[in-house]
């Protein structure tokens, strides 16, 4: 077996463990064709240490979290504003305001002020905005893990959330450099596979030409038509706030294919009840079907709680919301049970972004019909009106 990983499609993530763990920064990343983050060891400066090795979640797979009972519930958070912010039920802000007012801090997923999706850290409330919200691209950690190791040995607590597969590799990393996880706690996203960044580059530029102005903000996911009828709206520099064009919503529609995604997200071993962090958030799709009772369609968060230590933190976080504890088989989601598969070719797709360009792939992969689109804005109109849930079944 060699002493130092030997990345390609099939055995990386992305996370950059192996890159923040390396003592002669003998390896840095580079993005591929696709536009995913890659390993690149330099063989001169290499020492042999095994380190990157260690620190790789997908070569050192272990079986997850196991001797904790997992717990299943639907969470409202009670207040409104961050319930309106949030892309589901406002979990994640809950947990994080816990860690903040303990002097901790927040890592998680921001867009830019240049549209790229990076991972940031936070120490104060008021910031703590740029973390909400879902983002349908994979994050940039860069040197998050290695920031991590360093609050943690000053004593500072750290909340991480990320996509189950970055939480593993902070979770190796650390281990690697045989270091405390006291004071960490780490929240996973039921992810449903990451889209290339590359891919997203060429949307902003896509948009920017189409409106004529640069792109300033974009929410993937907006509750102006309630939380069950998400709505993407851009916002650009002239001003003008666009949402629920064929255009707007064209990147979602390639995610949504299941065409755009990192090639280890089709052979995802993290979809399954047995999680590697100490809480997992998503969306509670599929909770009308048991507790219709709780669901107002303003946002509801799955929370499942996997270790000791989240059930701690969990139960000091219970006053500030509406909780209501729930069966595993009610919490049923893809992202717990199966990898995406994709509904179109995407070998052709990839191919024909290559050989045609973006704008091609888009305008085959990504407009949707006129119908779909009425269809929205049907929907929206009943919700501002308060007339949707009357009509829900005819729609």
């Known amino acids: ?18 890159e923040n763990v390396c003592p002669k920064g003998a390896i840095n990343v580079l ?30 797979k272990e079986e997850a979290h196991s001797e904790f009972q997992q717990k299943v519930y639907a969470v409202i ?14 979990a994640f802000s809950l947990l994080a305001d816990e860690v903040l007012k303990n002097n901790g801090i927040v890592y998680g997923c921001t867009l830019t002020d240049d549209m790229q999706v990076v991972h940031i850290d936070v120490d104060n409330e008021e ?16 040197e998050t893990y290695k920031e991590i190791g360093q609050h943690l040995k ?14 593993d590799g902070l979770n190796f990393y650390l281990k690697a450099k045989n270091q405390s996880t006291e004071g960490l706690l780490t929240v996973d996203l039921l992810c449903h596979g990451v889209p290339s960044p590359k891919l997203w580059a060429d949307f902003v530029n896509y948009l920017e030409k189409t409106y004529k102005s640069k792109l300033t903000d974009f929410k993937f996911r907006t509750k102006i038509a309630g939380w069950e009828n998400s709505i993407e709206t851009a916002t650009f520099e002239n001003g003008k706030t666009i949402k629920n064009t064929n255009q707007v919503r064209s990147f979602l529609a390639l ?32 909770i009308d079907k048991s507790h219709p009772e709780i669901n107002d369609n303003k946002g509801l968060s799955v929370v499942l709680v996997n270790t000791g230590k989240g059930n ?39 191919q024909e972004y290559h050989e045609k360009g973006f704008d091609f792939i888009i305008q085959k992969y990504g407009i949707r019909s006129k ?16 007339l949707l849930k009357f009509f829900k079944k005819f729609i």
């Open 154 to 167: 000053d004593g500072r607590p750290v909340l991480f959330t990320g996509t189950p597969c970055q939480v």
């Open 255 to 286: 995610f949504y294919q299941n065409v755009s995604l990192r090639p280890m997200c089709y052979s995802c071993r993290y979809n399954s009840y047995k999680r590697v962090s100490d809480i997992t958030i998503g969306d509670y799709w599929g």
């Open 77 to 90: 958070n009670g207040d409104k504003e961050v319930l309106k912010k949030s892309a589901s039920g406002g």
């Open 31 to 60: 993005p591929d064709k696709k536009g995913f983050l890659y390993p690149n060891i330099d063989k001169d400066s290499c020492i042999d240490c095994g380190l990157c090795v260690k620190a790789c979640p997908i070569i050192k």
């Open 1 to 18: 077996m060699s002493k130092h990983i030997q990345p390609n499609e099939n055995n990386c993530c992305g996370c950059r463990s192996c």
């Open 312 to 350: 701690w933190i969990f139960e000091k976080v219970l006053t500030n919301a509406k909780v209501l504890e729930t069966k595993k088989e009610d919490a049923i989601q893809q992202a717990l049970e199966r990898n995406p598969t994709a509904k179109r070719d995407v070998d052709k797709f990839w």
């Open 127 to 142: 910031d703590l905005q740029k973390l909400r919200g879902s983002k349908y691209v994979q994050s940039d950690l860069k």
């Open 371 to 386: 119908a779909s689109l009425i269809k929205v804005k049907i929907i929206t109109l009943l919700y501002k009106v308060r």
